[in-house]
């Protein structure tokens, strides 16, 4: 299983970026979808997750401004960031967990400056 994360980028505080990763290889129709992120000298820190059934879970510090979706047909997910401020500035990772075994992308750089 590959994953790759893309959408990342340079934006001003306020405003909006999209992220999304697509899944190749062997995946199983019951997973969870998920994106972390890890700013300099920090750990990394959840975001956000998707089930499968459409579930969700979001870190407090992005609740209201987030938004995980996924696209199952297509093995894809997406982060939809609204009202980006500078602490979201990070190395954004996009997981899939299925079958007890994680996955990680590659990561996607996210800054917020102005």
């Known amino acids: 299983v590959q994953l790759q994360a893309s959408g990342g980028g340079l934006v001003q505080p306020g405003e909006s970026l999209r992220l999304s990763c697509a899944a190749s290889?062997?995946?199983?129709?019951?997973?969870?979808m998920g994106w972390y992120r890890q700013a300099p000298g920090v750990q990394r820190d959840l975001v956000a997750l998707i089930t499968t059934a459409g579930n969700t879970q979001y870190a407090d510090s992005v609740k209201g401004r987030f938004t995980i979706s996924r696209d199952s047909a297509k093995n894809t997910w997406y982060l939809q960031m609204d009202s980006l401020q500078p602490e979201d500035t990070a190395l954004y990772y996009c997981t899939l967990r299925q079958r007890d075994f994680g996955y990680w992308g590659q990561g996607t750089q996210v800054t917020v400056s102005s």
């Open positions: 290889g062997r995946i199983f129709g019951t997973n969870i």
